[in-house]
C-alpha cells in the first residue's frame, strides 16, 4: 500500500512564498517519479512540475517555471515545492503524485495526471492580492 500526504499550504500574499511537502509511505522502492499537479475551483487539474530523482531530472509547467523548485529527500522519503515569488493565480489545492513504475532511459516528463498511479488527498494554496 502507498500512502502520499501533502502539507505545508496556507494564506499567503501575493509575492510571497510557500515551501509543500509530500510525505511517502509504502512500497515506495518501487518507482522513481513524483509530480506535483494543482486544481483551481471549475478547472481541470493541472501539472505543476516532475522529479525523476535517479538522474535529477525536473520539468516545469511554464506558467511556474522560474519560481516554483522541485526537489526530493529521498531518505526522508518526502518531495518538496519551494513556491516563491506567488500570483493570485496560483491559488488551488496542491496534490502530489506518483508514477508506480521505475521509468529508464531518456527522460521524457510526464505532465497528464493519468500518467500518475497514486495521490495525495491535497494541500489548499491561498495568495492573496
Known amino acids: 500500500q502507498v500512502q502520499l500526504v501533502e502539507s505545508g499550504g496556507g494564506l499567503v500574499q501575493a509575492g510571497g512564498s510557500l515551501r509543500l511537502s509530500c510525505a511517502a509511505s509504502?512500497?515506495?522502492?518501487?518507482?522513481?517519479?513524483m509530480g506535483w499537479f494543482r486544481q483551481a475551483p471549475g478547472k481541470e487539474r493541472e501539472f505543476v512540475a516532475t522529479?525523476?530523482?535517479?538522474?535529477?531530472?525536473?520539468y516545469y509547467s511554464d506558467s511556474v517555471k522560474g519560481r516554483f523548485t522541485i526537489s526530493i529527500d529521498n531518505a526522508k522519503k518526502t518531495m518538496y515545492l519551494q513556491m516563491d515569488s506567488l500570483k493570485r493565480e496560483d491559488t488551488a489545492v496542491y496534490y502530489c503524485?506518483?508514477?508506480?513504475?521505475?521509468?529508464?532511459?531518456?527522460?521524457?516528463?510526464?505532465?497528464?495526471?493519468?500518467?500518475?498511479?497514486?495521490w495525495g488527498r491535497g494541500t489548499q494554496v491561498t495568495v492573496s492580492s
Open positions: 503524485a506518483a508514477v508506480g513504475r521505475l521509468l529508464l532511459g531518456a527522460f521524457s516528463p510526464l505532465r497528464g495526471p493519468v500518467d500518475y498511479d497514486y
Open positions: 509504502g512500497r515506495t522502492f518501487s518507482w522513481n517519479t
Open positions: 522529479i525523476r530523482w535517479d538522474k535529477g531530472y525536473t
